[in-house]
Structure formats: C-alpha cells, structure tokens
C-alpha cells in the first residue's frame, strides 16, 4: 500500500516587506541580501495572526467534505507554540469545525517537527488506511529586529492530508533520521526572540545532510542519479544552495545540472516569505512542484529535514499523476499580498502579544484573513472566524 502526501495548501501573511528596502534602511547592500542570503521579501505578521491563524487558513484550503470524515488525527509541528500546555491543534480543530472525535496534539524539534509529523501519521495511515491525518506546518521565525537573523525571518504555514494512496508524493520506506545535542539554535521560554549561533548552525546542517544523504544512499544503494530533485529545508534559499553544492561537488553532469534546476525552482516561494520553520521544506517541495515544468510521475523526489538542536532527516517520495491539481494557488497568495514599509513593519514586529499578560483587544476589521486573534482575555487567546460574526 502506497502512503504519502495527498494534499498540500499554504497560507501566509497578507503584507510583506521588500529586502532591498531593508537593506537600505539597516545600511547594508542590498545585494547580500538578494544574492548572499538570497532573499527579496519577507512576510510580516500582524499581532491578528499566530500560528493557529495561519494554520487554520491552510488547512481550511485543502479540506473537503470527505477529507473532513476521515481525519483522525490533527498534528501541529511547531516551535512558535502559544501555550506552554495546551496543542494549538485543538484551537485549530475548533475553527475547522472537525468532529470532536479527533485526536490533536502538537510536536516540537526545530525546524524539523512536521517531518516527524509525517513519519508518525505514515504509521497511523499503516494502522487504519482508510483514515487520514492532518498535518499542519506552523511557524513564525523571529530573531529580531536589527539582528544578522532579521533577513531570514518569516511566517506561514502549510498543511498537508496524509493518506494512504496518496495524490502527491508516496513516501518510501528507507528514511534516515539523525539527531545531535547541538547549540546552534534554541529559544528560553522566558524569549519570543530566537538566540542562534548563525555561521555555526550553517555548518550542522550541512554536515547533517551529508552524514543522512550517504547514510541513505548505502542504505538504498541509490545515488544523486536517481533522483528528479531534492527539497531542502530553507531557513534563507543560500543555504539549499550550500548543502546541494557541498555534494555536488563541482560535478558538471547532467544529474547536477537537473539537481541545480530542481534547487532554483523550490527556492522560488521561498525567496518571497522568508522562514517558516518547520513548514520550509514543505513550501520548498510545493514551489518545486509548481515550478519545474520537467518533473514528470513516476520520477523520485528527495527532502531533506533540518532542525536545529539538532536533528535532520533524509528521505525520498514517488511523485504521483495528477500532482499538479492537489496544491493550493501560492503564486496566486502571494501576488494578492500588500507591501508595506519598514516603519510600518517594525510597528507590527513589536505590537506582538509576546509574553504580555494583559488582557489585550485588537481591531481586526484591518485583517482580511477570515481567522484572526482579536486579543487576550483572562489569560485566554480569543480566536475568531470571521464568518461566524
Ligand atoms: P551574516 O553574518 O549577516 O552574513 O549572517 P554573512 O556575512 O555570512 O553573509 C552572508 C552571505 O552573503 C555570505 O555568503 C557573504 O559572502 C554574502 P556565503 O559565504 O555564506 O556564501 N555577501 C554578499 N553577497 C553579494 N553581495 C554582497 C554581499 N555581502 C555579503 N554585497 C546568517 C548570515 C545566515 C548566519 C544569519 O542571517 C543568521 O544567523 N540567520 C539565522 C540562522 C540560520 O538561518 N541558519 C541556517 C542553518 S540552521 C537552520 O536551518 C535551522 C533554523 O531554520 C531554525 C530551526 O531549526 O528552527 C534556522
């Protein structure tokens, strides 16, 4: 029985900045930015938005009537949680109006969650293949404003069915998970700022790539031959870029050549949101798989996982017919988002609600997003569909 990814969809925020803008603003060229981290926009979250905001409206743009009846299970991978006991998924199980006979929880490890998200729900879907699990990628990635991390920050979220039969991609049994006690990104629960050791945490994931890609290959006895393309992690699009190469290594042959074209076509979205955590590699397979008109079914697509702290994992999916129709419009989002100054960016990066206890009310008729958090009362997040008012 084949299982894997039967649908994808991607929200992000409805405002974005322009890096060269930034750039100039923070007195840096523009060009390291655009070319040396290889960024040109990042979106803004407004303090209407989180996690569960963002997640809820992925979700919301893949599920119908059916999906709806055989969600078993709801997991949120995330390290942007909005509460230190209670899953985000059940805030997001309640604006999706899912059965109440759902299970939902949350997982945490860096970057890489929603690849162990997978993993787990693969052997849920093994269990009860007539079910299907959620699977929902959420993140703000925040360092700060005027930090080196400030041009890879980013928020969003992508939401994926997995199922049995899947309509996207079949994963395949060999996968290598691979995981180190590592500092090279973390965040204290008394931060809503990441601390990151930047060149360092460059080098682990490079390093974790190689070990779980030559681990993989002795395991498959496959090689980069065998491959269509590879889907990175992209904490900023240099850094796929600095991985693939660090395999490549200055090869000059058809299969480099193809891995290189794959790589340009998965950085594209990428390139306009920014970081999204845990949901970046899963926004990069969805930018390759709308923007490489060379991939056909049948071919073999392999992802690589990264999360600080650190663990990676390398494993590999068949790409299923009819790919194309079971992904959300993102060029689409992404031309329908507003551009707005630095000003008015750095006012919503610190209008969050962060650790404010407060009660707090937000006007929310500025938001076009149909889920918002309209504020805090008694400690308690208020969660809104719009629809419902
Ligand atoms: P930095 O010190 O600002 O930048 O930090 P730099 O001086 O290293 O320059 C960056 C690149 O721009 C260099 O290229 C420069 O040469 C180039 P490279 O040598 O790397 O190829 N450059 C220029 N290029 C063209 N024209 C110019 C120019 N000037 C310079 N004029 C850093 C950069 C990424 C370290 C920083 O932004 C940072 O700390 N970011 C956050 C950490 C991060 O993203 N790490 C990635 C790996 S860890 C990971 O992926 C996990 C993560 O997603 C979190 C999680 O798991 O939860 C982060």
Known sequence: MKI????????????????????????????KYLIGIGQSEQAVLPPTQDIVTLGAAAADKLLNERDRERIATVIVATESGI??????????????????????????????????????????????????????AADVARYGLKTAGEVTQGAGAVAMLITAEPRILAIERTSVAYSQDVMDFWRP???????????????????????????????TDRKLDDFAAIAFHLPFTK??????????????????????KA??????????????????????????????????????IGLFSYGSGAEGEFYSGILQPGYQEQL????????????????????????????????????????????????QKNHQRQYVDKQQL
């Open 189 to 219: 629960l008394y931060a809503t700022e990441a601390m990151v050791d930047g060149k360092y945490s460059t080098n682990v994931y490079t390093d974790f790539f190689k070990h779980t890609l030559s681990r993989y290959e002795k395991l």
């Open 83 to 136: 509460d230190n006991s209670k899953a985000s998924a059940i805030y997001i199980k309640r604006l999706l109006n899912l059965d109440d006979y759902v299970r939902t929880v949350e997982v945490k490890e860096a970057c890489y969650s929603a690849t162990a998200a997978i993993q787990f729900a693969r052997g849920q879907v093994a269990l009860e293949p007539e079910k299907a699990v959620l699977v929902i």
């Open 263 to 300: 790589l340009l076509a998965s950085q594209n979205y990428s390139r306009r949101v920014g970081n999204l955590y845990t949901g970046s590699l899963y926004l990069g397979l969805m930018s390759l798989l709308q923007n490489d008109p060379d991939l056909k079914a049948g071919e073999r």
């Open 239 to 260: 850094m796929g870029k600095k991985a693939l190469e660090a395999v490549l290594d200055e090869r000059d042959d058809q299969t480099a050549w193809r891995l290189r």
């Open 4 to 31: 894997g990814i039967d649908k994808m969809a991607f929200a992000t925020t409805s405002e974005y900045i322009d890096l060269a803008e930034l750039a100039k603003v923070r007195g840096v060229d523009p060009n």
């Open 328 to 375: 959300s419009n993102v060029a689409g989002d992404l031309s329908e988002r507003q551009l707005i100054s630095i000003a008015a960016y750095e006012q919503q990066f610190n209008d969050q609600l962060g650790m404010n206890k407060a009660d707090v009310e937000y006007d929310v008729s500025a938001d076009p997003a149909r889920f918002v958090l309209a504020g």
